[in-house]
Structures are given as structure tokens and as C-alpha cells.
């Protein structure tokens, strides 16, 4: 029952859909308990580089020099107040200034875009689905990185602070992918295209992997989604639904024997 109440009161997005989609037990703890997880350097770099690149698009400059100038404070300013230890937030650190000239070496062409860009824009719609013969309204949401609406199109760029993948792994193709990436732009796709704002014109969602490779790349990678694509991910949103209010969720497990949070609910007694 309290699992029903978080989700219909708080809705869903595609990290708990991930999460569901990844084990069971880790919707739970992650998703519905929220169990509080201390910050991590691969986390705190995230959220360094996403607002440094939204200080970028609303920035009036936006030339090489003015670009990494922006990520260098930005960063800065981030990790002054962060939680992870002194050691972690050092590496971290280095890494990410290490690379910002870098990276707006390879992302002035992307900034310079033109048309209208909202930063952390956040997006909310409905699904409908059905459990045990009756219609479940659930809200969706998601907070795109960025927004950027030209006269045909609206483009999606969601940031990822690695190198890039290739499009087989990012599908989930590849034998250690999950999927959750390509599952993600399919679901920012869905979203937007529901939104009365957004529903006139093409949507075009895209991942920019921020970290450069060996060649000094961020590259922006964006895959065609078709209408099976959205079904399937409507299929997994219901297979969700049904999950939570019949409550099998609560004995389900996922393949990984090492998982922590499979582990975690073997210890309680439903």
C-alpha cells in the first residue's frame, strides 16, 4: 500500500523505471523506501559538469576561451561544498578542469546552436495503464538537461560525464549493457511528445558524452526511436504498474547473485 501511495503520489521517471527494470529489489530501496546513499565521486561529477554546462547555455559568451572559463568556476564553486572526501574530491577535481579545455574545444560547435534553450527544463505528463480491469492514471515526469527548440525541431541533450558508447551498447546490445540509456531517450521522446508545447514539431532526444576520449571527442550521439520503441517502453511502464499493485515486486529478485539489494530484502520476511 505504501508503495501504490509513493507512486501515484510522486509518479514515475525513467531513473525508477531503470531501477525496476535493473532488480526489483533495487525500485524498492532506491525508489519507493529511498533509502539516503552517501554522494560519490562518479555522482558528484555529474552534477558538477550538468550545472556547469547549463552555465554555458545561458551564458551570452559562448567561445572556446569563455566556454572552459565557465566549467573551470563552475566546477569549482560545486566542489566547495561537496561531501565526498578530501582525497576523492581531489581526483575528481583534476579530472574535470584537466579536461575543460578539452571539452569546449569539442562542444563550441554545440553551444553555438541557435534557437530557444530552457537548462534543467523539468517535464511532466501522464500515462495511463491498467491493473486488474481497471484504469491506472499515473503522472511521468523527467528533468531534461537541456532543451533546445529551433523552428522544426526540438532538441534533447542529455549529458553523460564518460566517454562515449558505442550505439550497440547503448541500446543494450552489448553483453555488460542494460539499456537504460537508450530506454531514457525513449522516454524524454514519449514525454515531450505529449506535451501540447512540444507535440507540433520533431523531437530529436540525444546523449553528449562529455568526458573527451583519446582523441579529444565529446561526441553527440542521437538514435532514430520508432513507434515500437515507445511501446515497448509503455509495456515495461504497465508491467511496473502491475508489479507494485499486486505486490509481486516484494518477491522478486533479479540475476545478479552479488546484488546488494536483493540481498537486502532476502533479509526481511513479506
Known sequence: ???K???SENGLSVTALNHFMNCPSEFLYKSILKVPESPTPSSEKGIAMH???AEVWQSKEKNTSSI???INKSIKDYFKNSLINLTDKEVVLDELITNAPRVAVALTEHFVQEGKIFTEKWIEGSFLGKYDKKEITLKIHGQMDAILETEKKVLVF????REALSVNAIKGETKDSDGNYFRQLIFYKRLLSANSFYSEKEIEPALVFVKPDLKGRCPTITLPISKEDIER???EINALIQSVYSGDFLNQSCDNKDCEYCTYRKLWSF
Do not use: C, W
Not at 542529455?158 to 560525464?161: A, E, S
Open 51 to 53: 550545472k556547469a554546462l
Open 1 to 3: 500500500e505504501y508503495a
Open 233 to 235: 517502453v509503455n509495456m
Open 5 to 7: 501511495r509513493v507512486l
Open 68 to 70: 572552459a572559463n565557465i
Open 158 to 161: 542529455d549529458y553523460k560525464t
